[in-house]
């Protein structure tokens, strides 16, 4: 059974920083696209960052232009988890953050992504 648990979510002030962590198990993610999205309360869930597996060079990464410069996605692969490194966060970075997975090279669209974690509160306050 593919379980996706996401953790380090929480309350920030503008400008701190939080890391998220998204464990996958049940099957090897070595060759899945893993993402993060969020969803604010009455908007709907937005892609934030994705990274990529290659088998002859480094992952590629993938973001949001909201978050470009801001939050560096990244993964250990032996571990089966990917991280999200948020830093000068701002407040409408507020939402819950969803860790998600895809065997097909979907990289930005949620409708391409067979798995999901439940999701973790970030509150940025200003």
């Known amino acids: 059974q593919v379980q996706l648990v996401e953790s380090g979510g929480g309350l920030v002030q503008a400008g701190g920083s939080l890391r998220l962590s998204c464990v996958a198990s049940?099957?090897?993610?070595?060759?899945?696209?893993m993402g993060w999205f969020r969803q604010a309360p009455g908007k709907e869930r937005e892609f934030v960052a994705a990274?990529?597996?290659?088998?002859?060079?480094?992952?590629?990464?993938y973001y949001a232009d909201s978050v470009q410069g801001r939050f560096t996605i990244s993964r250990d692969g032996r571990e089966n988890t990917v991280y999200l490194q948020m830093n000068s966060m701002k407040p409408e970075d507020t939402a819950v953050y969803y860790c998600?997975?895809?065997?097909?090279?979907?990289?930005?669209?949620?409708?391409?992504?067979?798995?999901w974690g439940q999701g973790t509160q970030v509150t940025v306050s200003s």
């Open positions: 049940g099957r090897t993610f070595r060759s899945a696209v």
């Open positions: 998600a997975a895809n065997f097909r090279g979907i990289v930005s669209a949620k409708s391409g992504y067979d798995y």
């Open positions: 990274i990529s597996w290659s088998s002859w060079s480094a992952d590629s990464t």
